[in-house]
C-alpha cells in the first residue's frame, strides 16, 4: 500500500488567514469568537459568531470576487496557500495525477440568500447570471481546480459536521490505493447569513454569549456549556504519495496513518458512544496503531449538552484504561465551529501539534461537569511533550462520522 | 445627459475591470475577454439599468455597439405606454 504524507498547508481561520499564525493563537489560547458586525445582527438572538477577516476586493479584484461566493474565496485562498507551503512546481506537476476533495455543509449559501433577498423581499424579476455558480455546492472546489487546471479527481463531501475529514479521508484513500500522487484536501464554509444563523437559532445548539467576554462563550467539556459558536474559513492541505514528495525533497509535515468512517445512526442530531467509537477503532485499525499510542486526541468537542457527555464515553470505550492518560482537547473554544471546514483546520491543528510538540488547550474549562472528566487540557496548552500519533475526531448532524490519525514521519 | 454607450461603457468598466480606452462602439466582446457567461452577467446589468427586459432569442450580439443598438431598441418598445 501506497503511504501518503502531508507537505503543505493552509488556512483561513477566524484565528488568523495562515496556519503558523492559527497555530500560535491556539497555543495562546486566543479566541476568534466576536461580536458579528453584519447589519441582521440586531434581529439574531445569538450575536456572536467566529468570523474570518478578509477583505476579498483586495485580494482578487472587483470581478473575480464578484463571480465567487465568499466559500469559494475561501477555497482559493487556503488552497494557494497550501500550494505555495508545499513548493509545488504547478508548471512542471502531472496536473492528470492532482486533484482536490473539498468538504462544504452549506456551499454557496450567501449566493442563495442573496438570490433569496432579491425575489422575495425586493421583488426583483430576474437573478444574477452567477447565482447558480456560485450558490452550488461544489462551487468552492470547483475554484481551485479551474484556478490551478487540476485534471485529477475532484470530489464535493457534503456530511455536516464531518464533511472535511471525510474529503481528507478520502483522498487519502485515492492516493493510497494509486488513483492520485497529490491531492489538495480539506474544507471550506461561510454560512454566517442572517437565513442560515436563524435556522442554528432554531435548533437550539448555539452557545449564550458570555456576559464577560464574548470570546469565552464556547465552553467545550464544562458544566456551564451553553452550545456551539458558528464559525467560518477554510483549511486545505496537500497531500502527496511518500516516494514522489520524497524525490523532490518536500518538506513533510507528518503522514497520514489512518482514517476511518462510520454512520452513527440512531438519531439525526443525537450521538451515541457506540456510533462515535466505532469510527475511531476503525482509524486505529486502519493505522495498526493501538489506543496507547495516541499522544493527544482533537476532539469533537462542540459544547453541545449532548455531544461532550457522549464522546467522552466513546474515548473510554475504545482507549479503556489509556482514556484517563490520553489529552482531548477541544479548539472549538477558540476558533468555533467552522462546519465543513472544521475538521480541516483541527486536523491542521493536530499537524502541528506534532510539528511543533505542542498540544492546544480547551479553554473556558473552568466549571467541571462530572459526566466529562478526561484531560482535556484545560485553559493551558502544553509544549515540550512527545507526540508521536495524533487523532482528529470529526461527527455530525445525520450520522457521518470522520476519524484521522497523523503520525510524525519516519522513512 | 448620458448617452447608452456611456452607460454601458461605465457597466463593463465597473464589473470587469477593463480598461475604458479599450472600449470602443466597433470593440467585439470577445476582444475585451468578455465569454459568453460575463456577456450574461453585462446583459443582466443593462437589464437592471435601462429596465428593459432582453428576450433569450436577442442575446446575438457581437460588438458594443450591437448592444447599444439592441437596448436603444428595446427602450423604446417596451416603454410603458403613455
Redesign the interface.
Known sequence: MRRVVVTGLGAITPLGNQPEQFFTNLMAGKSGVRRMQAEFVDQLDTKIAAWVDFDAIAHY???KA??LDRVSQFSLYAATQAIENAGLDMETIDKARMGIYLGTGMGGAASVEEGYIRLYRDNA??L???TV?MAMNNAAASAVGLEYKLAGPNLTFSTACSSSSIAIGEAYRQIRHGYADVMLAGGAEALLTFGTIKAWEALRTLAKEDEQDAGASCKPFAGDRSGLVLGEGAGIVVLEEMESALARGANIYAEITGFGSANDSSHITQPTADGQAYAMRAALSCAGLQPADIGYINAHGTATALNDPVETASIKQVFGERAMQTPVSSTKSMHGHLMGATAAVEFIACVLALKHQSIPPTMNLQVPDPQCDLDYVPNQGRTNVALTNVMSNSFAFGGTSGVLIASLFKQ | MSTTFDTLKQIVIDKFDIEAAKILPEATLESLGLDSLDTFDMIFSAEETFNIKVPNSEVDIKTVEDVVNLIDRLVKEQAPAA
Open positions: 479584484g472587483k470581478h464578484s463571480s424579476t430576474r444574477k447570471p452567477f455558480l
